[in-house]
């Protein structure tokens, strides 16, 4: 198991972040650091971790600290495979491990709650973004390559699979709630050495 070493040290290094009491506006460049150096070798993450499904994107859960106060998660995307517009309720970072991705940024009008759409970002392997409620989160994200998988390293500022979100309509704006769940009932043993 040591290919899951930079894994191991990744959480490790998180947990001790999210202990020190930092706010959101220090922790942030802290995590930006941490998953910099966790995405600049694409070779760590298991295969069954890294398999996407023809029909939809996967969200493999990886790490979730037992307190619930950061988790880890692979998204592997087939050729073209996309998000609904979405929230989070919680911080985030995104690194693409391999592949591209692109992230559409949008905003709500305060009168109306209408969608208006904002940048795309375009980030390639080694490349993050990060998101919060604060700053703004909601986005629909794509596989940018028509041909091939891309994979994307996430942490979230919670169990974001149990987190209750929206999805938008695109026309209207109307949300929906709903919970993500994983792609998969294991995760990977990172303190079996």
Known sequence: MNQ???????????TKAVSSQLTEAELLPVCEKL????????????AEYAKHDSDH????????????RFSVVSFVWGAGQCTPIHNHQT??????????EESTLFNRDNKTDAL?????????AGE????????????????????QKSISIHIYG??????????????????????????SENIPNVWDY
Not at 35 to 46: F, V
Not at 134 to 146: C, T, Y
Not at 163 to 177: A, H, L, M, S, Y
């Open 4 to 14: 899951l070493r930079p894994l191991r040290e990744f959480v490790v290094e998180m």
């Open 35 to 46: 998953l910099k150096s966790l995405i600049a070798t694409p070779n760590w993450l298991p």
């Open 57 to 68: 994107y996967c969200q493999h859960l990886l790490h979730c600290d037992p307190l619930e």
């Open 91 to 100: 911080w985030g970072m995104v690194g693409v491990l391999s592949g591209i």
């Open 116 to 124: 208006i759409q904002g940048d795309t970002l375009t980030l390639k």
């Open 128 to 147: 993050i973004d990060q998101f919060s409620p604060e700053a703004g989160d909601i986005h629909e994200v794509r596989n940018a390559l028509p041909d």
């Open 158 to 183: 919670a169990n974001i699979g149990t987190v209750k979100r929206q999805i938008f309509d695109r026309e209207t704006g109307t949300p929906t709630e709903f919970v993500s769940g994983y792609s």
